[in-house]
Structures are given as C-alpha cells and as structure tokens.
C-alpha cells in the first residue's frame, strides 16, 4: 500500500512536470493553417459626400458613418514563423456616398450620390507578435482564469496587393438607381473628355488585427484594413462637369441629368465656362474604402507523418 502511494506520488509529480512544460517552443509548427471569416462594417472615402468642412476629403476624419454598410470576408492563413503569416482574403462589401448629408456648401449644391457592390480579392504579408501561454494541461480544476492561460493573443499588422471589381450606381429624383457607368457623365469618350475608366481596379490593404486564441483550434477577433486604391472612379465622379448640351446629344437625357443633378444655389458652380471648360466636379485623388470586422476562425492541426520502420537487416 505504501509503494502505491509512492508511485502515485510520483506519477502525479510527472503529470505537472509535463503540463508545465506543454508550450514548447516549437509547438505552433503544428498549428500553421488557420481558415476564418469575417463580418462587419464598411465605409467609403472619395469625392462624395464626408464630413461638413472642405480639405478632409481621402483621410479618415473625413468618414460619414450615416452611410456606412456591411461587409463580409473569407480568408485563408498560413504561419509561416511565430512572427510572420501569409495570408489570402475575399472581401464583399457595400459602400456609399451622398452629398445631400453634409452642409458643407460647394459638397452640398454638387448633389451627387453613389452606391456600389465592391468584390475584392487579396493576398497579404503579415507581421506581429503571438503570446505563448499555456495552463495546466491535466488541471482537476476548470476555473475561469485556467482557462484563460490556454488562450493566446495575437497582434499583426498587415499590407498586401490585390484587385476589386466595382459598378457604381446612382439614384434619379424619382428614387430610382441606375447604372453610372454606361452613362458617361463626364464625357468619356467625346471630344475634350477622359477615356472610359475600368470597373476592375487595383487596390493595397493595409490593417492590423487582434485575435485570441481558444485551445489551439478556435479564434476570435476584429480586424481594420484600409484600402488605398488606383482608380478615382468608385464613385463615378473624378474630374470636370462635361457640356451638357454635349452629354445629351450623345449619350441622351439621362445622362446628363446625372452628370449635374445641382441644386443651384452656387452659380457658375457647375456648368462651363465660356470657353468651354467645365467648373470641378471631384478632385484627381483615389478614391479609398475601409472595412471594421469581427473575424472568426478554425486552425487546422498538422497531420502526422507515418514512419516507416526501417529493418536492420
């Protein structure tokens, strides 16, 4: 009876060795592959639109939280150090602007408005810090805060490459939406006019995001990614106002009803000069989009490779 009690003593003392000793260095090698989605919300930084002063248009002070939308993603993740993870992403968003919710007067009496479904697929390089926390692996006791030491915490900044594909819409006097780009609104392709722009545009995602994770398998966390884009058409409004008269004899009435909607309480805001040159319509900067997402996600374990025994012989 009393080498029993010896020998479960020790057994016991070898457990808690072991459960100590759980986090090795080398154990996320094991868990490399991570598949998540996100959900969330998205906002739009361009021409229209933004906040009830000039000059903040493109930063994030200038963002108009009555239009924000919705956003969803799917992602796939690979660890490729402690520190650096490879990751690819699909994002679907909604984004929109109006004129008519800033006082902001010149924005205001422009009267423009936009909204479009953004598609957009990315890779990203990855960079942070993961804890390494462990508890006790054979622990009796399930309390809260043994729990909590199994959970590690992950913060990474991220910048990538990747394309969207966009098709901005516009809405009449009578409610209805219609598509913007067959239209033409700033002459594209007439005389003096820019060339037609392409609904495929390239984009680089820069963020960060904070995740913990729950027994190894299970994450959870928020994410902020921030697009800079090549293109100044997402909302269908880049440069000057092309000549009405032109617009409608090309392209037809409602052509040129969306190209200047104007409330017209700025005159010679909008319509050309006597030499034909047309008033500002948007500036000549990208437009840009962020998104702000819950993430969820699953991490796969490495398989085991089978040995094969070798014989001696």
Not at 240 to 268: E, F, R
Request: hydrophobic share 35%; with cysteine.
């Amino acid at each position: 009876m009393r080498r029993l009690s010896i020998l479960l003593i020790l057994s016991m003392f070898a457990i808690c060795i072991r459960a100590q000793n759980f986090s090795r260095p080398g154990d996320w090698k094991k868990w490399r592959k991570e598949l998540y989605i996100s959900a969330g919300t998205s906002n739009f930084l361009g021409d229209l639109g933004g906040r009830d002063r000039i000059g903040t248009d493109y930063s994030p002070v200038d963002l108009d939280f009555p239009v924000t939308k919705s956003a969803f993603g799917l992602g796939y993740r690979y660890k490729l150090q402690r520190w650096l993870n490879v990751s690819s992403k699909f994002n679907f968003a909604f984004i929109r602007g109006d004129d008519k919710l800033t006082s902001e007067p010149y924005r205001n009496n422009r009267n423009l408005n936009f909204k479009s479904k953004i598609f957009e697929l990315s890779g990203r390089i990855e960079i942070g810090y993961q804890s390494n926390k462990s508890g006790n692996r054979y622990g009796i006791k399930k309390t809260l805060s043994r729990r909590m030491k199994n959970n590690n915490q992950n913060l990474f900044f991220f910048a990538g490459i990747g394309g969207f594909y966009f098709n901005p819409k516009g809405q009449t006097t009578n409610g209805a939406w219609v598509k913007l780009y067959p239209l033409h609104t700033e002459g594209q392709g007439l005389e003096g006019g820019p060339k037609q722009y392409k609904r495929v545009a390239v984009c680089m995602p820069l963020g960060v995001y904070y995740k913990v994770i729950i027994n190894k398998k299970w994450s959870f966390g928020a994410e902020f990614a921030y697009r800079k884009t090549w293109t100044d058409y997402i909302d269908d409004v880049a440069t000057t106002y092309y000549d009405h008269n032109k617009l409608l004899a090309a392209y037809g009435t409602l052509s040129a009803q969306m190209a200047d909607p104007s409330l017209g309480a700025i005159p010679g805001a909008t319509m050309p000069d006597a030499d034909g040159v047309g008033a500002q319509r948007g500036d000549d900067e990208y437009d840009s989009y962020v998104t702000l997402e819950v993430t969820f996600g699953y991490i796969f374990k490495q398989k085991r490779r089978r040995s094969r025994l070798r014989s001696k012989f």
